[in-house]
């Protein structure tokens, strides 16, 4: 069984930062590609930036140069680093384990940038 639990979520002006937690429980984290994907009201659930279980990352263009992704494999966590926030962030933020043909997602966490 494995669960991932988000943390780090709030509220923040626009211009300001957050950093995402995911707390993954499990063997798999070291193997597994990890990603935040996000849903805003309304809308499809997008992926934000996904980190290679070798460290290599992709960011979609919306957060690329504002968002980054780690990852600790040592304490099976999952980061997101989001600075220069803008309203359009606003969302959901969801972590996700990708092993195979497998896809773990957690609770989600809520992000919301406004003034």
């Known amino acids: 069984q494995v669960q991932l639990v988000e943390s780090g979520g709030g509220l923040v002006q626009p211009g300001g930062s957050l950093r995402l937690s995911c707390a993954a429980s499990?063997?798999?984290?070291?193997?597994?590609?990890m990603g935040w994907y996000r849903q805003a009201p309304g809308k499809q659930r997008e992926l934000a930036a996904v980190?290679?279980?070798?460290?290599?990352?992709n960011y979609a263009d919306s957060v690329k140069g504002r968002f980054t992704i780690s990852r600790d494999n040592a304490k099976n966590m999952l980061y997101l680093q989001m600075n220069s926030l803008k309203p359009e962030d606003t969302a959901v933020y969801f972590c996700?384990?990708?092993?195979?043909?497998?896809?773990?997602r957690g609770q989600g966490t809520q992000v919301t940038v406004s003034s």
């Open positions: 499990g063997s798999i984290f070291r193997s597994a590609v």
């Open positions: 980190i290679a279980s070798g460290g290599s990352t």
């Open positions: 996700n384990a990708m092993l195979g043909a497998i896809t773990y």
